[in-house]
């Protein structure tokens, strides 16, 4: 169990250099252009990492193989981060196809959040748009795992 615990936090903390770029590009942010400048590869969306404080969260869907609950939870989750006036820096995440043995693919979603205090995120736990998706989506899962994270100085 711990060795699975270390291995989440660890794979979090390599995911968070990403940012989801769907969500993302519904929000400010800035653009990113790729390396070369002619290069005909897309632009990414890029936010700034926020170190203060990480918020990940594992959800387990009740009906992982069902396209009609992933479609409402994805739905009702990007309408919240969409809506949210403190999250950051947001990413999405599927497990990817595990290519060892300590990657723990157990999880249907992934989302991993920055905010720039321990008190940003606790209003954002408070905040109307999080309980609508809370209201919307706890009939969708049998299983929630969070990990909060402060950075180093």
Same mark, same amino acid.
Request: negative net charge; hydrophobic residues 35%; without cysteine.
């Given at each position: 169990? #711990? =060795?699975?615990?270390? +291995?989440? !936090?660890?794979?979090? $903390?390599?995911?968070?250099? %990403?940012?989801? &770029?769907?969500?993302?590009?519904?929000?400010?942010?800035?653009?990113?252009?790729?390396?070369?400048?002619?290069?005909?590869?897309?632009?990414?969306?890029?936010?700034?990492?926020?170190?203060?404080?990480?918020?990940?969260?594992?959800?387990?869907?009740?009906?992982?193989?069902?396209?009609?609950? #992933? =479609?409402?939870?994805? +739905?009702? !989750?990007?309408?919240? $981060?969409?809506?949210?006036? %403190?999250?950051? &820096?947001?990413?999405?995440?599927?497990?990817?196809?595990?290519?060892?043995?300590?990657?723990?693919?157990?999880?249907?979603?992934?989302?991993?959040?920055?905010?720039?205090?321990?008190?940003?995120?606790?209003?954002?736990?408070?905040?109307?748009?999080?309980?609508?998706?809370?209201?919307?989506?706890?009939?969708?899962?049998?299983?929630?795992?969070?990990?909060?994270?402060?950075?180093?100085?």
């Amino acid at each position: 169990m #711990r =060795t699975n615990t270390i +291995t989440l !936090l660890f794979l979090t $903390l390599a995911m968070i250099g %990403y940012s989801q &770029t769907e969500t993302d590009s519904h929000r400010s942010s800035s653009r990113a252009e790729p390396k070369g400048g002619n290069d005909k590869k897309s632009v990414l969306s890029m936010k700034e990492f926020d170190p203060h404080f990480a918020h990940t969260v594992f959800f387990w869907l009740k009906n992982p193989d069902s396209q009609e609950d #992933r =479609t409402a939870f994805e +739905t009702s !989750l990007k309408k919240f $981060l969409n809506k949210s006036a %403190y999250a950051k &820096t947001t990413f999405i995440g599927k497990p990817p196809k595990a290519s060892r043995n300590v990657v723990d693919g157990s999880f249907t979603y992934s989302l991993i959040l920055t905010f720039e205090s321990a008190e940003a995120q606790q209003s954002y736990q408070d905040e109307p748009p999080h309980q609508v998706f809370i209201e919307e989506s706890e009939n969708l899962w049998e299983k929630v795992v969070v990990y909060d994270s402060q950075g180093i100085q």
